[in-house]
């Protein structure tokens, strides 16, 4: 996972159009919160790199410091969400492109606010999931 343990994603938009302006509203529960509260640890920061169910193991990798370490677990609940669709269309490689996904990338696009003009704001329907 990221720096962040529980974002509101919703927030995003409202982040960028100064709704809400302090950045710390989008946070809505951190490492220590879910230590206190529920007696469970996040590691921030961390990616999971390979699973040994049969030794019920996983392989991860802190991403600040690059080192590796096995960690067990008794049961195991992937929920590693998705990535933003990069459509395959001419030009997305260029400034001023952005995807709106992270707190990362919300302060990417508001960095530039100052700069631009006009925006498109470009989505796409998923068939069948009732979103978009
Ligand atoms: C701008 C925006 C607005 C939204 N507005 C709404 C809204 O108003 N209402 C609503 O219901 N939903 C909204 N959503 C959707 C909602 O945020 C998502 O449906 C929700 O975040 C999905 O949660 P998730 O836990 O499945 O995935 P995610 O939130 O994507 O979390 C997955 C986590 O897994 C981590 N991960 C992935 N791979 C690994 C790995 N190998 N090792 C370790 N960690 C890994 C990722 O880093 C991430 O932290 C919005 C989303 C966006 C981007």
Redesign the pocket.
């Known amino acids: 996972?990221?720096s962040y343990v529980s974002f509101a994603?919703?927030g995003?938009?409202y982040f960028i159009g100064d709704v809400i302006v302090e950045e710390e509203k989008l946070l809505v529960a951190t490492p220590a919160l879910f230590e206190n509260r529920f007696n469970i640890r996040v590691h921030t920061d961390?990616?999971?790199?390979s699973i040994d169910r049969e030794q019920q193991r996983i392989s991860?990798c802190n991403l600040k410091t690059s080192k590796q370490r096995d960690e067990h677990y008794d049961a195991l609940v992937l929920?590693?969400?998705?990535k933003s669709v990069w459509p395959d269309i001419k030009g997305l490689d260029l400034p001023g492109v952005h995807v709106?996904?992270t707190i990362p990338d919300s302060r990417q696009i508001k960095a530039q606010l100052e700069t631009i003009q006009r925006a498109v704001v470009y989505g796409r329907r998923l068939s069948g999931t009732g979103i978009g």
Do not use: A, I, K, Q
Request: aromatic share 0%; proline share 6%.
């Open positions: 996972m990221g994603n919703c995003l938009p961390t990616e999971v790199l991860v929920s590693t969400g998705s709106l996904r």
